[in-house]
């Protein structure tokens, strides 16, 4: 029997966080060009406060859950069929992701001596 981090990083979940990582900047972009009171480029108002330390943060953990529970059985582990488990899986893949963005940007800039623009990430 596999382990569950075994079960966790299949290929199939982790181009699942690929996904959540494309969704996220995607939406994000499309927003801040819609809505200039987010782009960070403007002066601070209340919307870019709740936009950058709320909904951005909450972002990809909310696109995990909504992906993981629109993939099919194969993609999540079969221990996650009960609803909590693929709603805690999808958490987890979203925070995951963010996580892994913020570390691969620290050692590309450490590494490489190259500095990481914000709009790459």
Not at 5 to 29: C, D, M, S, W
Not at 56 to 81: E, H, R
Request: cysteine-free; hydrophobic content about 50%.
């Amino acid at each position: 029997m596999p382990s569950a981090p075994a079960e966790i990083l299949k290929f199939e979940t982790l181009l699942i966080a690929i996904g959540i990582y494309v969704i996220v900047q995607v939406t994000r972009k499309m927003t801040e060009l819609v809505w200039p009171a987010v782009n960070p480029g403007t002066p601070r108002t209340t919307a870019q406060n709740y936009w950058e330390k709320l909904v951005l943060p909450l972002a990809p953990v909310l696109v995990g859950i909504v992906l993981i529970w629109a993939a099919p059985a194969s993609v999540y582990p079969t221990w996650s069929a009960h609803w909590l488990w693929r709603t805690l899986l999808g958490t987890m893949l979203g925070t995951f992701d963010s996580t892994l963005v913020r570390v691969l940007k620290a050692v590309i800039e450490r590494d490489f001596k190259v500095e990481v623009k914000e709009e790459l990430l």
